[in-house]
């Protein structure tokens, strides 16, 4: 009898954890679930995640509406098989993990930066979704 694979666990980390971690998440969980395990956190939490990125993850059919910004101090004592930066500011004040863990920093445009009507800010929302699955999850899979 063969003992079942564990899934390798991720943690994806961003500034304010309402955006591009949070699609993150939900692209590895829905993509990668088999062999990962995706959580993310911010280094400054927003209050909530971005409508328009719940809206633009809803349209690949990844529900991402029920996440909850977290702050990444709060998760550091858990086992992390990879720890990931989409972006500068959370790989320039990324924690010291307890344990050793490998890093990987893969960035990201922000698109809550984007300004104008919520139909002229979608296209940026869509295009970084787009960009996390065509770069950061062969990145994610290759260490699987």
Known sequence: MTQARRRKRVLILCTGNSCRSQMAEGLVNAMLGDAWEARSAGTAPAAAVHPLAVRVMAEAEIDIAAGRPKRVDDLLAERWDLVVT???????????????????????????????????????????????????????????
């Open 86 to 144: 989409v972006c500068d500011s959370a790989r320039e004040r990324c924690p010291i993990f307890p344990r050793p863990v490998p890093q990987l920093h893969v960035s990201f445009p922000d698109p809550a930066l984007a300004t104008g009507t919520d139909e002229r800010r979608l296209p940026v929302f869509r295009a970084v979704r787009d960009e996390i699955r065509a770069r950061l999850l062969p990145e994610i899979a290759r260490r699987t």
